[in-house]
């Protein structure tokens, strides 16, 4: 019987066995993907956002009202030596005025991202710049020449008189020799009208260099004619 039923096999499936039944197809429908992670979110530089709350609206830098809304937020006056001390570390060229690549890059360096670390650095910065004999130093010199430079009308090379008289006790530290006296001297002397860079510049090394009795004082010295009429005023008065 085995022998007959094999003969009956076709002779392919008797080598290679019978095809195994497809499974019938259901029509299922594939599975879906699995669900993409949503991106973290990217949170903002804090400076760039100090920036963009302070900045004019219709233009891409921070004007005067921005300051005043920065000096508010600081706690501080907008006649505050920060603020002038804030545009030299910014490296600021127009008064009144912070372009965005002087903010971010400025306010970076000081390590600032909130009103009031910057108004902490700035003050840290003052008490390095002003305390003691600190004006002596190369970085006074130049927060000072920047300060005349900084408060010039644009297209002029002198400050005015009015102008040289409030620097000066904005910048120059309370009791700083000699500041007193040239600001008396500036009040009852009308025909001056202003001070040019040299002038100005000249007035440290003064405060520096010569007594306030004025004993070490050499009129044939190289100072600018203006210093030669304060100690003619000082010693009338």
């Excluded at 306010?107 to 008490?127: E, F, K, Y």
């Excluded at 305390?131 to 190369?138: I, K």
Aim: hydrophobic fraction near 35%.
């Amino acid at each position: 019987v085995l022998l007959s039923t094999v003969e009956q096999m076709p002779l392919k499936d008797l080598f290679y066995g019978r095809k195994k039944d497809k499974p019938a197809t259901t029509g299922s429908v594939p599975a879906a993907p699995p669900p993409v992670p949503p991106k973290p979110a990217v949170s903002k530089d804090p400076v760039v956002i100090m920036f963009e709350r302070y900045k004019e609206s219709d233009e891409d830098r921070i004007g005067p009202e921005g300051i005043l809304l920065l000096c508010q937020d600081m706690q501080i006056e907008p006649t505050d030596v920060k603020i002038l001390i804030l545009a030299w570390r910014l490296n600021a060229e127009t008064q009144g005025y912070f372009t965005r690549g002087e903010w971010t890059t400025g306010v970076s360096a000081l390590r600032a991202d909130s009103p009031s670390s910057l108004v902490s650095r700035l003050a840290s910065l003052d008490s390095q710049l002003r305390s003691g004999g600190a004006t002596r130093s190369p970085a006074f010199k130049e927060f000072y020449r920047f300060a005349f430079r900084f408060s010039r009308t644009m297209g002029q090379k002198g400050l005015e008189i009015d102008s040289v008289k409030a620097l000066l006790m904005i910048v120059m530290p309370p009791g700083h020799p000699h500041v007193h006296k040239l600001l008396e001297f500036l009040e009852s002397t009308p025909t001056i009208r202003g001070f040019n860079e040299d002038q100005w510049t000249s007035f440290l090394l003064f405060s520096h260099e010569i007594k306030e009795d004025l004993s070490n004082f050499d009129p044939d010295g190289a100072w600018p004619s203006i210093y030669d009429d304060y100690v003619t005023f000082c010693t009338k008065h």
